[in-house]
């Protein structure tokens, strides 16, 4: 399964919806994480707040592919992303790995994957070295084997997703 999240509506049809899905987070009723590790400790693997995102987050960890589209705001990515990546910790467990001498997280029956991160609003070229190096980051504890990061106006972003999703429909 290939997943697109983001975090504002896209105008875009989906061919095939049961290999392509689409999620607009900002949509979607999803709290913050409150920093409880209920997660790893009381529901292992479940988030205890009972909220939409409880729905999102299995759906990352099955994806063979993932396309976030996000804002980028002070060289990150924006809230209802950031919210939604903060919530997907129940994909790892507490137990730590070594990972070419850094410490990271094992996955928790997550698949790997290829992501694609389209990220808009950048107001400059130090703001998007910043968001590349917190995706190349995130990769290493997110279970990525690939990663690419492609940068686009807010007025051009539903077009470039629109041109990956065409990409993933003809394979």
Known sequence: MKLIL??????????????????????????????????????????VIR??????????AQSDAVLYVSRIKYGGYDTVMKTMLERSIPVQQAFIRLLD?????????????QALIVGYGAHSQEEQ???LRLAARNAR???????QVLFSTEEEVTDLVRSEVAKWEAF
């Not at 919806?17 to 994480?33: E, M, T, V």
């Not at 909220?51 to 990352?60: N, S, W």
């Not at 504890?141 to 990663?147: D, E, G, K, P, S």
Request: with cysteine.
């Open 51 to 60: 909220d939409d995102a409880v729905k999102v987050y299995p759906l990352i």
């Open 6 to 47: 983001s975090d504002r509506h896209l105008d875009l049809t989906v061919n095939d919806p049961l290999r392509i899905k689409l999620i607009d987070l900002s949509a979607l009723n999803i709290h913050n994480c409150v920093g409880c590790f209920g997660c790893w400790t009381k529901t292992p693997g479940r988030c």
């Open 129 to 131: 070295a910043l968001f």
């Open 101 to 113: 001498g850094e410490t990271h997280h094992i996955q928790r029956a997550v698949t790997a994957k």
């Open 141 to 147: 504890n997110m279970n990525f084997n690939h990663v």
